[in-house]
T-cell receptor
Framework: NAGVTQTPKFQVLKTGQSMTLQCAQD?????MSWYRQDPGMGLRLIHY???????DQGEVPNGYNVSRSTTEDFPLRLLSAAPSQTSVYFC???????????FGPGTRLTVT | QQQVKQSPQSLIVQKGGISIINCAYE??????FPWYQQFPGKGPALLIA?????SEKKEGRFTISFNKSAKQFSLHIMDSQPGDSATYFC?????????????FGGGTRVLVKP
């Protein structure tokens, strides 16, 4: 039981490049989400999904796209990377009840 | 707009001392208040959580105190140990929100000196 896995662990992009951050969970959780963590800002919700085929925007969705074709996977796409997207990205999952969220180990992204 | 405000940003405590972290919220619809612990290079992990129908919850050396009228809650770490050195986040959620989204405070970096 691996929990929540994320790849890659580190990534450097140039402005304008695109990439996909991968997230997978093996707990059969309905709810998955993406957060970004910046110093002093805590974790801010980017996008979330309450089940396969259902996604919605969080607090800071601009510049990011998501899709949820299976229960297990929830990739985050950056279409045209900007320096403001330099951050640590965490994927999380939880069952609809109880509320406990399980976080992945994170992806540290630098955009130059 | 930060709906959950956390203080202090950092604190240093001697081994055996008490660490206290405070959070204040604005949305009276919040009904679930978890605390997460994060070690460097790792994702946050749930430490302890409380619902507003109780004023205090204790798990080992960790205690949450909740003041519904003041819209505040706090984490107390008793007998702090060097292994408690980490960043702590408070958060809040409401069952009424779509997807039960968590709103996080800004985090507190705790350093326990031996």
């Amino acid at each position: 039981n691996a929990g929540v896995t994320q790849t890659p662990k580190f990534q450097v992009l140039k402005t304008g490049q695109s990439m996909t951050l991968q997230c997978a969970q093996d707990m059969n959780h309905e709810y998955m989400s993406w957060y970004r963590q910046d110093p002093g800002m805590g974790l801010r919700l980017i996008h979330y999904s309450v089940g396969a085929g259902i996604t919605d925007q969080g607090e800071v969705p601009n510049g990011y796209n998501v899709s949820r074709s299976t229960t297990e996977d929830f990739p985050l796409r950056l279409l045209s990377a900007a320096p403001s997207q330099t951050s640590v990205y965490f994927c999380a999952s939880r069952a609809l009840n109880p509320y406990e969220q399980y976080f992945g180990p994170g992806t540290r992204l630098t955009v130059t | 707009q930060q709906q959950v405000k956390q203080s202090p940003q950092s604190l240093i405590v001697q081994k055996g001392g008490i660490s206290i972290i405070n959070c204040a919220y604005e949305n009276t619809a919040f009904d679930y208040f978890p605390w997460y612990q994060q070690f460097p290079g790792k994702g946050p992990a749930l430490l302890i959580a409380i619902r507003p129908d109780v004023s205090e919850k204790k798990e080992g050396r960790f205690t949450i105190s909740f003041n519904k009228s003041a819209k505040q809650f706090s984490l107390h770490i008793m007998d702090s140990q060097p292994g408690d050195s980490a960043t702590y986040f408070c958060a809040a959620s409401t069952a009424q929100a779509a997807g039960n989204k968590l709103t996080f405070g800004g985090g507190t970096r705790v350093l326990v000196k031996p």
